[in-house]
């Protein structure tokens, strides 16, 4: 073996050569206080300095980037869609760029090159709140303004959070649904996912308030039963539901995998009709069930408005309407005046009804 | 732009000894083509800078470096160890797992309450013993490592799991967070690419300088002659993997700080980058040959392509994958046919010199 620089190290030396006299070039163009602002730490994306002035002309030609949880996830298409009919409704265009997996870190890489192209605005649904955060606060501090969709992210992370809705508006949504289907008396279930989901629990605890109250006086909750989001549990807890409680007039099932199933059972039952089902569902898995009489009427927020509010808000952001403070509002397009909540969020609204006359509508 | 501060420059390296199996005219002959992978790697770099260009303006710029090499970190820093695991003629695909792992314990031991410092050492050390258990099925069980680390893929990735569920921990000292996420000293090096080239260097001293990795040569080389003259193959064998794991779990705590989060399904697919960096990089799946050099070529020519491809604002992330695959494919077939080629030519040669005596 021979001692001294052979072809391999001497074959790296000329590619680290080049590496540097390319990232000299390059470097040229970008100033040294970026270079330093790249450096630190602090929060960026958060601050909301300035006034805002409600008046101020949709600057022209905006770009936004929006970055899915995951590239080819139908319902996540459907919502990203609505955040290109917003810009190009303004004049402006929005284009697509995610990761193919749904990791908590595998939008980092994403942001940061998406930070280079230098968009208007990033909208953003994060697959982790903190992960994405560091690289959205250094896309921040070079004036691209931040918004996330549908998950949020850290809150100093980004200016806007857009809600497809609230636990209150959930819970309130379905026990005056239930109520107007089954007369306002009687017994009625829960069919929830696992014991243990934050989200389902929350609600549960709102309907249960709800049901306090002294419209509701007439109506008892027998029972809270859980499918655990499993097709065929949920489609056994439905029978049981119905077998212990020969008197039970409806069934909330607040997740899209209960209440499709709990639909499956009951349209094949002698109590079709007669209990009442309702919940949260997608349009094409409830269609057959609406058609054929099981289910009279189901909620859900409608994904293509959630990123059609994002874009509206992004542009409204980045054309200085708003600054992102609590009580500020803007022209959201068709879905009219929006107003900024606390803390940056702003709620798209009730959950959406779909019956009979306006399932065809929608294809989700 | 300090020229010390360059990414991984080991000088100190050496070209790939002479496997032992070939003679003296062979060695030679190997050398030739060692080198002229690399600097078909090199030319595939320029071509990579240049495409890369032409598919955003952003591209050739301190920037890009900066977030192209922190993105590719934590492969850089596995490819490393699994290096010298494949120059020996073996693999180990749970890499990606035990960085999970790591990450894993760390979040569920912050949240004990453990001081960070001392995480640190049992993660380490918790990858020390993955790397071991994958060792020790390979060398005294003599089982196929292939077939071993693909089950402790997916052990090591399901142990993550039930470390700490589905949840993740973010709330780390950000003392730690900035030093991973931040840069060396006012420069556009990621601090995590300083602490790749002191493990590039090291590591390239251990394969290229040293009795050891002379024996990492022989045994991927011949492992039936490496024991007759003398080689205690299962030790080396199993320190390596004990190296792949540790390192692997090196990572884990990288990865983990530099997101400000840790979780169990952290760097899914991990495994494959690194494997293709380290066979991009010139060195034999069938184990005997390649440098430590070649593999930080693949890497700056792999990070090259990630990030030309996410910046460029016409083509999908589906891409990355694609081209990824390719590389892999090309890097195993390429040596392959030019090898073949290369016998066929002195199968002529030798019948012209039978024919002429």
Redesign the interface.
């Known amino acids: 073996m021979t001692a001294g620089l052979g072809r391999a190290p001497r074959a790296l030396l000329v590619a680290l050569a080049v590496l540097l006299a390319a990232l000299v070039l390059g470097a040229c163009g970008s100033t040294q206080d970026e270079e330093q602002s790249s450096n630190d730490g602090g929060s960026g994306a958060s601050t909301t300095e300035g006034t805002a002035d409600p008046n101020a002309p949709i600057k022209q030609g905006l770009k936004t980037v929006s970055i899915p949880k995951q590239l080819g996830n139908p319902y996540e298409e459907t919502e990203h869609s609505g955040i290109t009919e917003a810009l190009e409704e303004l004049g402006g265009s929005n284009r697509v760029q995610g990761p193919t997996d749904a990791a908590a870190s595998s939008q980092v890489p994403i942001i940061n090159s998406v930070a280079q192209q230098r968009p208007d605005a990033i909208i953003i649904a994060g697959n982790d709140p903190n992960a994405v955060a560091p690289a959205l606060k250094q896309a921040a501090r070079r004036d691209i303004k931040i918004v996330a969709m549908d998950s949020d992210v850290a809150s100093d992370a980004r200016t806007l959070f857009i809600n497809q809705t609230s636990t209150q508006l959930i819970g309130e949504g379905q026990v005056k649904l239930i109520a107007d289907q089954i007369g306002g008396r009687g017994e009625i279930a829960i069919l929830s996912a696992t014991a243990n989901a934050p989200n389902q629990n929350a609600w549960i605890k709102v309907m249960r308030e709800e049901l306090k109250k002294p419209a509701y006086k007439d109506i008892e909750l027998v029972k809270v039963a859980y499918g655990d989001d499993d097709d065929q549990k949920s489609f056994q807890e439905t029978q049981g539901l119905i077998q212990a409680y020969p008197n039970l007039k409806g069934i909330i099932s607040p997740t899209t995998v209960g209440v499709a199933a709990a639909a499956r059972y009951l349209s094949t039952s002698p109590k079709k009709g007669e209990i009442k089902l309702t919940g949260l569902g997608t349009p094409n898995q409830m269609r057959k069930f609406v058609k054929d009489g099981t289910v009279e009427e189901f909620q859900l927020w409608v994904p293509k408005d959630v990123g059609y509010l994002a874009g509206q808000a992004a542009a409204a952001l980045v054309s200085g309407r708003i600054t992102g403070k609590e009580g500020e509002t803007f022209d959201a397009g068709r879905l009219g005046e929006r107003t900024i909540g606390a803390n940056g969020e702003i709620i798209l609204g009730p959950p959406t009804g779909f019956n009979a006359r306006n399932i065809d509508d929608f294809d989700f | 732009?300090p020229?010390e501060a360059?990414?991984p420059?080991?000088?100190e390296?050496?070209?790939?000894?002479?496997p032992a199996r070939s003679g003296d005219g062979g060695a030679a002959r190997l050398?030739?083509a060692?080198?002229s992978w690399?600097?078909l790697?090199?030319g595939l770099?320029?071509v990579t800078?240049i495409a890369g260009q032409g598919l955003?303006s952003?591209?050739?710029?301190?920037?890009?470096?900066?977030?192209g090499s922190?993105?590719i970190s934590e492969v850089a820093l596995m490819a490393l160890p699994l290096t010298l695991v494949i120059v020996a003629a073996e693999i180990d695909l749970s890499v990606a797992s035990t960085l999970a792992l790591s990450s894993a314990l760390m979040a569920s031991l912050w949240n004990s309450g453990l001081p960070l410092e001392f995480i640190f050492v049992i993660c380490l050390a918790a990858g020390a013993v993955c790397g071991a258990f994958n060792g020790t099925l390979v060398t005294w069980l003599g089982l196929p490592s292939l077939a071993v680390t693909i089950g402790t893929f997916a052990l090591f990735r399901g142990l993550a799991f039930v470390v700490v569920g589905d949840q993740?921990v973010?709330d780390f000292p950000?003392g730690y967070?900035?030093l991973a996420?931040?840069?060396f000293a006012?420069t556009?090096i990621p601090n995590t690419m300083v602490l790749f080239a002191i493990l590039a260097i090291l590591f390239g001293v251990l394969l290229h300088a040293t009795p050891f990795g002379?024996s990492v040569y022989a045994i991927g080389a011949n492992e039936e002659a490496a024991r007759f003259s003398g080689l205690s193959v299962r030790r080396i064998k199993l320190v390596l993997f004990v190296l792949s794991g540790t390192v692997a779990a090196l990572a884990g705590i990288v990865?983990s700080l530099r997101?400000?989060?840790a979780?169990a399904?952290?760097?899914?697919?991990f495994e494959l980058t690194a494997i293709t960096a380290v066979l991009l990089g010139g060195v034999s799946i069938f184990g005997g040959r390649g440098?430590i050099?070649?593999v930080?070529?693949a890497l700056?020519l792999l990070g090259g392509i990630?990030?030309a491809l996410?910046?460029s604002?016409s083509i999908?992330?589906?891409w990355?994958?694609i081209v990824t695959g390719a590389l892999l494919v090309g890097s195993v077939l390429g040596p392959n046919i030019a090898r073949r080629v290369r016998e066929a030519r002195r199968r002529q040669a030798t019948h012209h010199q039978e024919a002429h005596a």
């Open positions: 732009m020229p360059a990414p420059a080991p000088r390296t050496r070209p790939a000894p002479p050398r030739g060692l080198g690399e600097a790697l090199v770099l320029i800078m955003s952003e591209f050739l710029s301190a920037d890009s470096f900066t977030t922190l993105d993740s973010t950000a967070t900035d996420f931040g840069n006012g556009f002379r990865i997101n400000s989060t979780a399904n952290v760097g899914q697919g440098t050099a070649g930080i070529l700056l990630q990030k996410t910046l604002e999908s992330s589906y990355i994958q």
